[in-house]
Structure formats: structure tokens, C-alpha cells
């Protein structure tokens, strides 16, 4: 096989042909034809795109390839050859020079690309309001030889710019690739919280700059904001690239005045580039950092408001940031919900509150910011002027953890905020201004603390009434949710020699399903300390007994092939129950972690067990009493493990007419859950109706007295 080639994994076949994964393994199995792998393993072949294509026209299963998805695919294929971020970056700076350059063609030598790809380098250095740093930044980027992955990779560049435009063709790429996950250390901002926290820093005028650029979104809401300076620092020379080259691609296709940028690849903590005079320093640092400098910066002029400890690396962020803002100017950071309660900053936090620098903590909702799980805050400051007025006697707490489209509400309570902070009117249970006498004991300053639920007087009689409607809705839909039609007993025809039985246990050796038993998971809540920058949801042991989404979040486990994700179809069985619930994951669970104390099971032949089916029989009585530990009995807890059951294995038609019935039978209890919940609900509404009507005699009572 020829090197110069684009693979492809089955999950990517079935993409591009617009099928399931199952179909990919069923063509792979009834047709000879199928092109063989070409690399990858056993379990996850890889197999070269031009030769899927062609036997996908020959069987008419798909229509050509796009462009844009064929470049995808591409740079899919040099994962391995080099870090998908410097291709990217290749790829992007191909595009910005064929921008400027249309025709231009991509050699077919090694010589020929690297000679194209310096002059493309020249291009970037050379955009509209690019300075020097642009071009440091280059020589900071790694350099890689040009193989036939990445000759193909320009190749497709080239040909996708042609058919879509090099600006729509890089802009997907970027969509594509930041939104994929998070990476170690890096988690892409998401366009609105970028735009919602340049709006909070005011109007645009002068220099801003981004101490953690990671790929510039924030640097292009800047320059979009009215900015007309915006430079940008990040310790990853890959993703400073691409920073730069988004915002050389701006400057290309804008009709507006040019913003001059900049983006240096260096360590804003221990190296800032900058001078220390910007209008707006705005920024979302990495968190939980433990190799931020401690030891090296423990002298650092810069700590006005004390040394930050080891495990506040956060606070070193603020810090150093405040110190490059001008007298007076806004400083706008992303912070985790940790910052503003650990013990072991309560004194750096003190002093930010009695110098004025800190000015509000806004509370976002939990995945706002994209992949994390957290409610994470903006600390909105400011650097303290010594010319100013004295400093403000209080804090703005904004918890706008539960708005649906949070932008809009935290811009109107910051507007008018601004515009009276001394006759500021709170929002109950959303907004307030806080005394600093009420903080500096604490100094916990995270906004829920501080804005106590307002107090329901009673229950609204057309709140009462939709209460009442609801629950009459759910239970009249309950009954077309009732199991019907089941395969009882004297309905299957199968022969009695086709069913054979078997333990789970050694369908799991026979690598028919995988088993993953969840104990080293640390999953934490929204209220405490994360361990890493990305953050994921979680499915408890609760939800997965109760049928609720997952509802606990935490950081991402480090080790990918010791806690997989989950995926639609998977089957979850609790390790400690008193009643076996074994519950297949839906399109709501795919991508959560199963949480410490949960067995994770994943069919990998769908041709030889359903997962339904296996699920339905795990949950029966048979299979509970089979699963639960010999010394310990259903009811007290038992211990659970699924390997002891043994498998009646039925021909797959009779398995999936079963998992059919089953999958009826649990479609009916989350209906009789949704219809107890509410009854639940119209009956505490009915009470407190009730109630309020004593309150309110009681209150006209000691009126008249």
C-alpha cells in the first residue's frame, strides 16, 4: 500500500455513507469485496478513504465525498505523524496564503511542499496588522518533515479552498477540531462567553490582552468589540498559531479599520511579553495548575496581594493579570468555583475586596463554558487607581446558574449596576450587592452563599391548576404505555437445541461484551474542588436505579481506557443494590462516566447478544438472584456482579423480539415514575396552597390588633 493515502475507521465509513457502525461491520462481513484494513488494530481497523470510496460507488451506497469532509479525513490521517494542533495550523496557514494567492497548487515532492509552506509562513507574518510577534511565533512552531500524510493534507486543503472558499474551509476545520473535547491543560472558550465577557469590560478603546489566547477566541470578540489593539499569550506555540491565523483571517475578509494583533508563544506568569499598561486584560487561564511557577516567582514583585500558594495558581493568574491592566482599567477572568471558597486563598481574596480590585463574581450555569461540567464564575475587577474615589463597601454576586440563555441577563444587571452601584436594587435570589463586613470573615465569595432563595408565599392558583394539568396529562398517557403483546411463555417457536446457555462471564472472555467495573472514579459535585481543566458528567448509582439523567459532575478521568465513556446501548448494573436495576444508556447518557460503585458493560457483537435482552434478563428475578453475592441476600444490599448470571442465548430474531418487550416494560416504568413524580409535586402544591392561606389570616389578624 502506498503511504500517500487518507484512512478511515469504520465509525467514519458509516458517517460518510450515512449508516450505523453495525451496517460498516455487516458490509465488512457479507461482501468479499469490502476493502481490506489498513492499519489500526484488530479491534479498531483503519482503511484507506480512496479505496472505501470506490467500492461505495460500485455498490451505490453513497454519493462522492465532499470536500470539506475529505480534508477532515485527512487531517484525521496524520494523527500519529504529528499533533493535530501543528496540522491544523499547516493546514490553516496553506489556506491563508491561497486566500491571497487562488491557484496556487500544492507540489507533489517534499521539497516542493516545505519551499510552499515557507512562503505561506511569509503570508501570515506579513497579514494586515500583524506584528513582530507573529513572526517569532513561527520559529517556535515545530517543524516536520513532509511525508505523503501530510502532501495529501495540503493536497485536500487545497481542493476543499476550491470548492468552498479558504475561510469557510478553515473556519469548519477550527468548529471541528475545538470542538471535539478537551485537552490536557487547553479547553476552548465558546463564542458566547467570549463575547459576554468582552461586553462586561465596557467599551473597546486601546490595547486588550489575552495572558491564555489558546486559539484566539477571545482576542476576535475583542477586535469585534471595537478594540483596536488585541494581543494574545499562550504557552502552546501550536495553538498561538492558530490564534494568529484566525485573527490574520479576520483581518482578510473585514471591511473595517485594521486591528493591529499580536501573539507571542511564551509563559505569561514566568515571561509576560507585554508592557503593563493595557486598556482590559481579559482571559481564561488554565486551572488547577501545579507547575505554575511556585518555587521560581515566590519573590515576584507582582503578589500586591500576597503570594499565592501552590495549589492557587489561580490566584498567581489574577494576580499577574491586575498587574498588566492600567490604573482603572478592567480585568475579566474565568475562574472555577474553587477560587472563591478554598481556606487557603481567603487572605489573597481579602485583600482584593478591601483594595477595590474585586468587583463581582458571576455564577454561569453548569456547561455554559464548553466541556466543563461546573457552574464556573467571571471575576470581573479592576485595577485599583490611586486617584480614584475610595474603593466600593461591597460585592456584586450574580448567580445566574439556572438562566436558560445567561448572557442576556447577567449584560442587564450589569448595566445597571454600572449605572448606579450605591443605589443598586437586588434581584432576589439572582442578584445583589454585598457589604464587605459581611465577607472578610469568610471571604467566601462564591454568589449562592449570598442570595438566599426568595420566599414563596403560597402556591398561585393557575400555578395549582398546571400542577393538576400536568399530572392528568402524564397519568391519561400512561396507559398507552402499558406492555402488551409480550413473547410469553408458549408464543416462542424457536427449536430447543438453538437456545444454549451461557455465564456473562465468558461471553466476557470471549471479547462478545466488555466489562468495566467503575472503583477508582472521584467524581465531585458542582460546589467543590475540580482536579483538571475538563470537567464531565457523571451517572450515580442513583440515577441509574431512579431512570434521571446524570446529575453528579467531576473532572475527566486521566486514564481513557480504564473509564470509557458511555456510549448509547451500554448496559449499567449498580455494584451494591437491593434490586438488580440493569439499565441500557440512551442518547442523554452517551458521554457521561459511570460513577465509582457501577459495572459498565458494552456488547461488542450485536450479532450474538442484544444488549436489550441482556439487560432485561439482568434485571429479572432469575438474573438478581444469580448476580448477588452467595453471602449476602437481595434486600440488604448485596453485592452485584453480573458474570455469575448465565445467559439463555436464544437465536438473535427470538433475542431482539425479547429486548423489543423489554425495552416496553422500561418505557413504562419511566412513565409511572414522570406520573408519580408529579403526583408528588400537585400534592406539595395542594399543601402549600393551603398553607399560605393561614399565613395570610394569621398576618391579617396582628394587623387589625
Not at 511542499?113 to 497579514?127: F, V
Not at 461591597?394 to 440563555?405: I, P, R, T
Not at 395549582?464 to 402524564?474: C, I, K, S, W
Request: charged fraction near 20%.
Amino acid at each position: 500500500m502506498s503511504g500517500n493515502r487518507v484512512e478511515v475507521t469504520s465509525a467514519d465509513i458509516a458517517r460518510i455513507a450515512g449508516v450505523r457502525p453495525t451496517a460498516v461491520s455487516n458490509w465488512r462481513r457479507r461482501h468479499e469485496g469490502f476493502p481490506q484494513p489498513v492499519g489500526g488494530t484488530e479491534r479498531s481497523p483503519r482503511f484507506d478513504l480512496a479505496e472505501v470510496e470506490a467500492w461505495l460507488r460500485q455498490e451505490r451506497k453513497a454519493p462522492e465525498i465532499p470536500a470539506g469532509q475529505r480534508l477532515w479525513q485527512a487531517l484525521d490521517s496524520v494523527r500519529g505523524v504529528m499533533p493535530m494542533d501543528d496540522a491544523l495550523g499547516m493546514t490553516g496557514t496553506l489556506l491563508l496564503h491561497l486566500l491571497a494567492h487562488p491557484g496556487t497548487t500544492v507540489p507533489t515532492t517534499a521539497s516542493g511542499c516545505e519551499g510552499l509552506m515557507r512562503t505561506a509562513e511569509r503570508s501570515l507574518a506579513e497579514s494586515p496588522g500583524a506584528r513582530a510577534g507573529v513572526t517569532a511565533l513561527l520559529a517556535h512552531c515545530p517543524r516536520y518533515e513532509f511525508g505523503p500524510r501530510q502532501i495529501q493534507l495540503l493536497t485536500a486543503a487545497a481542493a476543499a479552498a476550491a470548492t468552498d472558499g479558504p475561510v469557510a474551509t478553515f473556519e469548519e476545520l477550527c468548529s471541528r477540531h475545538f470542538g471535539s473535547g478537551p485537552r490536557a491543560g487547553f479547553a476552548a472558550t465558546p463564542p458566547s462567553l467570549a463575547d459576554l465577557m468582552v461586553t462586561l469590560a465596557g467599551p473597546g478603546n486601546g490595547t486588550l490582552i489575552d495572558p491564555a489566547c489558546g486559539s484566539g477566541t477571545l482576542l476576535l470578540a475583542a477586535a469585534d468589540h471595537g478594540y483596536q489593539r488585541v494581543h494574545g499569550q499562550e504557552l502552546n506555540a501550536s495553538l498561538a498559531r492558530i490564534a494568529a491565523l484566525r485573527l490574520a483571517f479576520r483581518a482578510a475578509v473585514s471591511g473595517g479599520p485594521t486591528v493591529v494583533y499580536d501573539v507571542h508563544a511564551a509563559d505569561f506568569l514566568r515571561t509576560p511579553v507585554y508592557p503593563r499598561k493595557a486598556a482590559a486584560v481579559i482571559g481564561h487561564p488554565p486551572f488547577a495548575d501545579r507547575t505554575w511557577g511556585y518555587d521560581e516567582l515566590a519573590h515576584s514583585p507582582v503578589w500586591e496581594y500576597g503570594v499565592p500558594p501552590r495549589a492557587e495558581s489561580e490566584l498567581a493568574w489574577v494576580q499577574q493579570a491586575l498587574a498588566h491592566a492600567a490604573p482603572g482599567a478592567p480585568v475579566i477572568l474565568l475562574m472555577p468555583p474553587a477560587a472563591a471558597t478554598r481556606p487557603s486563598g481567603r487572605r489573597i481574596r481579602a485583600a482584593l475586596l478591601q483594595r477595590g480590585a474585586l468587583r463581582a463574581v458571576i455564577s454561569l450555569p453548569p456547561g455554559y463554558a464548553a466541556h466543563y461540567a461546573l457552574p464556573l464564575q467571571i471575576w470581573v475587577m479592576r485595577r485599583p487607581d490611586a486617584a480614584d474615589a475610595p474603593s466600593p463597601d461591597h460585592l456584586l454576586v450574580v448567580d445566574a446558574s439556572e438562566a436558560q440563555d445567561p448572557a442576556p441577563l447577567i449584560e442587564e444587571i450589569w448595566s445597571a449596576y454600572v449605572t448606579a452601584p450605591e443605589t443598586f436594587a437586588a434581584w432576589p435570589g439572582v442578584a445583589r450587592t454585598v457589604p464587605l463586613v459581611d465577607l472578610l470573615g469568610e471571604t467566601d465569595v462564591t454568589p449562592h452563599r449570598h442570595l438566599p432563595k426568595p420566599t414563596q408565599p403560597g402556591v398561585s392558583r393557575d400555578a395549582l391548576a398546571a400542577a393538576r394539568t400536568a399530572f392528568e396529562n402524564a397519568a391519561r398517557a400512561l396507559r398507552s404505555h402499558l406492555p402488551s403483546d409480550l413473547p410469553l411463555a408458549g408464543q416462542d417457536e424457536s427449536e430447543p437445541g438453538a437456545t444454549r446457555i451461557v455465564s456473562l462471564g465468558d461471553l466476557v472472555k470471549s471479547g462478545a461484551v466488555v466489562l468495566h467495573r467503575q472503583t477508582t472514579v472521584h467524581r465531585i459535585t458542582s460546589t467543590e474542588e475540580p482536579s483538571g481543566p475538563g470537567e464531565a458528567r457523571f451517572l450515580t448509582v442513583g440515577d441509574i436505579t431512579s431512570g434521571r439523567p446524570p446529575s453528579a459532575s467531576g473532572p475527566v478521568p486521566e486514564d481513557p481506557l480504564r473509564h470509557p465513556r458511555v456510549r448509547e446501548g451500554d448496559i449499567l448494573v449498580p455494584v451494591m443494590a437491593d434490586t438488580v436495576v440493569a439499565r441500557v444508556a440512551t442518547a442523554e447518557d452517551a458521554g457521561a462516566y459511570p460513577d465509582s460503585g457501577v459495572h459498565h458493560l458494552r456488547v461488542t457483537d450485536p450479532e450474538l447478544v442484544d444488549p436489550w435482552y441482556l439487560a432485561g434478563y439482568l434485571s429479572s428475578a432469575e438474573g438478581s438472584r444469580q448476580a448477588a453475592s452467595a453471602t449476602s441476600a437481595l434486600g440488604l444490599h448485596a453485592r452485584i456482579d453480573p458474570r455469575r448470571v448465565r445467559i439463555p442465548l436464544v437465536p438473535l430474531e427470538r433475542q431482539r423480539l425479547y429486548g423489543e418487550a423489554f425495552r416496553s416494560v422500561a418505557r413504562f416504568t419511566r412513565a409511572l415514575r414522570t406520573v408519580h413524580d408529579l403526583g408528588e409535586e400537585l400534592a406539595r402544591n395542594s399543601i402549600d396552597a393551603l398553607a399560605a392561606q393561614f399565613r395570610a389570616v394569621d398576618t391579617d389578624t396582628r394587623a387589625t390588633l
